[in-house]
């Protein structure tokens, strides 16, 4: 099958206007993630696509005109959405995946059906567009039937009509503002899984740590794939004895019950078809009665495939992981099954279009671009029979049928675009996605990469983690196979990083409960030898300490509640004025307590209370809303019969987090030895719930 030069090209750019492409979860053509791809068009000739940023204040928002322009034109469309920084590549009137991926996300934030297709609806709705509208928070499924004008044919794409319903997607949380930790189960073992939400920009290749001390069963960031976050806690979640299945599947809508407590307030999570994520969907309909909650989802509003029923959750702390009868067909055209996944063949690093050596001194200023292809996706040719000098356009291969005009081909480390062929010779773009350019010796390795659509990708969504020589980790999401993940490197301290570990995460097929993951993994050196420095950051990190006493007057710099006993409607604070930050700025802290118990038939456990750092302030104060006789997650409702002994905090700044123990002691992530501070009287700090 022949592809257009833009096929293999994704890229990942985040814009901020006064109306902004969405980041949230889209039903894709290639891959279904949280995170803006595209792909993007590489042409011979220079870049004609531009973007407006429209300015937008607090009072008013001077919109724009779009009612005369003709959008059944694929460049109109496409000059549109990168005015609106939905990112459609390059304004060449080619309908490829960027621009459909572009389209979808425009759908999803103007309310429409993420479908990709840009039916009547879509081109009225951009018609009528102002580049003042917020997101919308609804979902509508549409008829469009689409007959649009391109560079070389004319595309028709039909979809079913259906009714309104609201779809909840996720997102690459590029703030601060939602921190905690947040419910899953896992892909690759359908065990219950907690994950922890903090720091999380995926601009930056720094902009989300990856902590080696996390407390058991707590996962990072993406180590569960690319998930979705809705209820935050400051506890771990633990299994609920309710049970969740299908107890019904017709032509017109599936039904799920949970039998537990009747609680209408159950979010319910999914695994799409030809995905590896988990999101939530919103039941069209649900009741509830004694012990029973009834959630009923329309297949109208549902993408074709197969799909899995994970768990649901309800924002107390428990999941009710999904049992019995999980899996659910849609309308499939054809079955749901793919190569497994082996290994990651090749990692492609570059610097502002410029392949980056090994140790390459790099910039803050840079932008860097990470792209991976798996060996499942390569079809082994004959190796070459002839020198391909370095500046050869036109090469000899063995045969006529090593690749098809529009194909890649992957000679050692250099891709290749297939411009076209006569038999043997076959003219060639050198040095595709920035690989490296050189001369092929005789005997060296032919692969022809295989096409790529959603359902012969192998890896949908994968993640990087990287390391400097201090100790410090940062994991950075990447899109599907030859994708091209753009990131900046600010906020990057000085060092020396070294690529540690690449997870790739496939989508499910049918018939299974987990999804199949490949890692490539070096504790000591880089994989793929992919190192780079950094030395011109203003950062030379240094964690947060913490004293005990002014030095002149000799007074405790840090106080708490010391024997007090809580009651409904009070509060204690913890005043750590002895902390001060290090290089970078701290964002949160997490408290944890001993709970010892006033009560015999009590055991000993423990609770975590996770607070924001605002203004630099180091006060936290914590409320007692209620008081309960069961185990609670929650900040402000605190379990009876315990004294609550201060036992530790966990300090998060923007690289990494130290932990202050209540005996002196200081445990730091990063490979910095461990320490002591001199607030030996933490361990004073105590308050009892009787």
Known sequence: MRYPKSFFIISILIFVSCST????????????????????????????????TTSLSEEICTGDNNKNIDFTKIRNIQIFLNKYNFNAGDEDGYLGLQTTNAIR???????????????????????????????????????????????ESTTTTTTPSSTTTTVVSSEINTNYDDIGYFASVSLSDNNIQTILKGLN?????????????????????FDNGNVQSLNLLSNAFKESSAITEITSITNEEIIIEIQGNGDENFNFFFVEPYSSKIISVIPDNISISPGLTKAIFLKQNLKEGYWFYS????????IVKSSGLREFSINPSKSQFRDSQTTVEKIFFTKNGNFITYGENLSTVDQIE??????????????????????????????????????????????????????TQYTVTRGYLNTILKEHIVGTSVKKVNQISESSIISDFAYIIIRNEDGLKFQAPLEGELSVNKFNL???????????????????????????????KNLVKSIFNKEFVITDSPINYQPPSLKGSDPTSGEFLNDGPRNLTASTGNSVTFRFNGLTQGSTEIRFVKLNFQMIPTDSSKLTKNKSVIQKVNNGDFNFTINFQSFTNDESEFNNIWEQGYKYIFKDFEVFDGLSKTTFFNDGNIKYDSNKADSQHSAYYLDQFSFAVP
């Open 21 to 52: 492409g969405s980041s949230e979860d889209e039903l894709t053509l290639t891959k279904d993630t949280s995170t803006s791809t595209t792909i993007t068009v590489l042409e011979q000739t220079p870049e004609t696509s531009t973007t407006t």
């Open 490 to 520: 600010e906020g990057c301290p000085n060092g020396r990083y070294s690529f540690e570990e690449i997870k790739t995460f496939g989508w499910r097929e049918q018939g299974s409960s987990t999804i199949s993951t490949s890692t490539n």
């Open 370 to 423: 990470v792209s991976f292809i798996t060996d499942q996706i390569l079809t082994t040719r004959e190796n070459t029979t002839e020198v391909i000098n370095s500046n050869a356009s036109t090469i000899s291969l063995t045969n006529d049928s090593q690749a098809d005009v529009g194909e890649l081909l992957l000679i050692d480390n250099e891709l290749l675009y297939v411009e076209s062929k006569n038999g």
């Open 311 to 318: 768990f649901a959750e309800n924002g107390s702390g428990d």
């Open 105 to 151: 996300r425009f759908q999803t934030y103007a309310g429409l059906y993420p479908d990709g297709d840009a039916g009547p609806i879509t081109l009225e709705t951009m018609n009528n567009w102002t580049g003042c509208e917020t997101q919308s928070t609804q979902v509508q499924n549409t008829t469009t039937t689409t007959t649009l004008a391109t560079a």
């Open 201 to 221: 920009n995926s601009n930056s290749i720094c902009g989300t740590p990856y902590y080696n001390n996390l407390e058991n069963n707590v996962l990072n960031y």
